[in-house]
């Protein structure tokens, strides 16, 4: 019984250092990516978070705004959640807010979100949401019900 005890002390340990090593990495690549935007001219604005202990590495991003070197803002979006398996690092599920522009356009929709797969050959991606509204600074203007998109 001692062993048994001792063995899955180790096990969970050396798993939890795992994902404490891992979530630091990506972490640090997220911050890297968003001061490397900074550099070069970007206004970045943002709030990172990242969970999900024990299984998952859960991202969390509030309030981006991000305006390019002209000053004009290319994407305004209260937040997207990237989601992944801690041991399946091809596969991410992107959970978008219910509303975000986009350079002129505002997107408005229900149920948004998007599974990204990376794979040797191809990668794969899918985005699928409900009620979807584009609207443009003109006249440009477009609805659907349903989207997927692959």
């Not at 050396?14 to 972490?27: E, H, L, P, T």
């Not at 968003?34 to 709030?47: I, M, P």
Request: hydrophobic share 45%; charged share 20%; no cysteine.
């Amino acid at each position: 019984m001692r062993l048994l005890v001792i063995v899955i002390l180790i096990a969970s340990s050396g798993w939890s250092a795992y994902w404490f090593v891992g979530k630091s990495i990506r972490q640090a690549a997220l911050n890297n990516w968003f001061n490397e935007k900074s550099e070069n001219g970007w206004d970045v604005q943002n709030t990172l978070h990242l969970r999900g202990f024990p299984n998952r590495f859960d991202v969390t991003i509030n309030d981006i705004s991000i305006d390019g070197p002209t000053g004009k803002q290319i994407i305004n979006l209260p937040f997207i959640q990237i989601m992944r398996l801690t041991y399946n690092s091809r596969h991410q599920i992107i959970i978008l807010p219910n509303s975000l522009s986009i350079y002129n356009f505002k997107f408005n929709w229900e149920n948004a979100k998007a599974s990204i797969v990376k794979e040797t050959v191809e990668d794969r991606i899918i985005l699928e949401a409900e009620n979807l509204i584009i609207k443009g600074e003109t006249e440009f203007r477009f609805h659907a019900e349903k989207l997927q998109i692959s």
